[in-house]
């Protein structure tokens, strides 16, 4: 069963990579109020089913929280019990998938070739993360989509920021997922903001939406 990818005022996907629990409730709600609404905390973070319970808890329904760098069954279990409805990996792994759509979770597996992306797809992937898209390029991921079904959703993470939307958008790609770019640990709620904001703004600039679609 693939749960669908859910309907997003915009395609991006704020990886949260080292917050702590003491800090994730404000840089998450500057990064929900600048428009982006699905946030991922990567499981190498500090504590970070505490902070995914947090979230979960905190920010308003539209928000899709959920956990990155998920490796194991076991991991998606605590995932759920967190109360996280992403999963994302950065790999392609049955026995996450499975347990995965056995808690309904929308999923976002990791990709670099043709057949983990036709596998990923036939395990019920939501969306695919092409990564590291910096090492890809546009041209590698364009030749991998130019096979994939027309409707699978691919997004672009790893080494990707607001200044790479333009060029995504000529193969055909709306769906990011932005690290670094956005947050770096010790960085304050007021500068997520700021970077959250002109991703937000770029991103609508590029793809001309800003609303539900």
Request: neutral net charge.
């Amino acid at each position: 069963m693939t749960v669908p990818f859910p309907k997003l005022q915009r395609r991006l996907v704020a990886i949260l990579r080292g917050v702590k629990p003491d800090e994730v409730l404000a840089v998450a709600a500057a990064v929900f109020e600048a428009g982006i609404h699905a946030i991922e905390v990567p499981l190498n973070s500090p504590d970070p089913f505490r902070s995914i319970e947090m979230l979960a808890r905190s920010l308003p329904k539209p928000a899709l929280v959920g956990a990155g760098t998920v490796l194991s069954a076991e991991q998606v279990d605590s995932l759920h019990n967190a109360g996280g409805r992403l999963l994302v990996s950065p790999n392609i792994d049955r026995a996450v998938m499975e347990r995965a759509n056995h808690h309904g979770m929308v999923t976002m597996p990791g990709v670099f070739t043709p057949t983990e992306a036709f596998l990923a797809l036939s395990l019920g992937a939501s969306a695919l993360k092409f990564f590291p898209a910096s090492a890809l390029g546009t041209k590698g991921i364009s030749a991998v989509k130019a096979v994939l079904p027309k409707d699978a959703i691919v997004g672009a993470v790893g080494g990707v920021s607001e200044k790479d939307f333009a060029d995504y958008a000529r193969i055909g790609v709306s769906t990011f997922g932005l690290g670094s770019s956005l947050y770096a640990p010790g960085l304050g709620a007021e500068a997520v903001a700021g970077r959250a904001l002109a991703a937000a703004a770029e991103w609508d600039a590029v793809f001309a939406k800003g609303q539900e679609a």
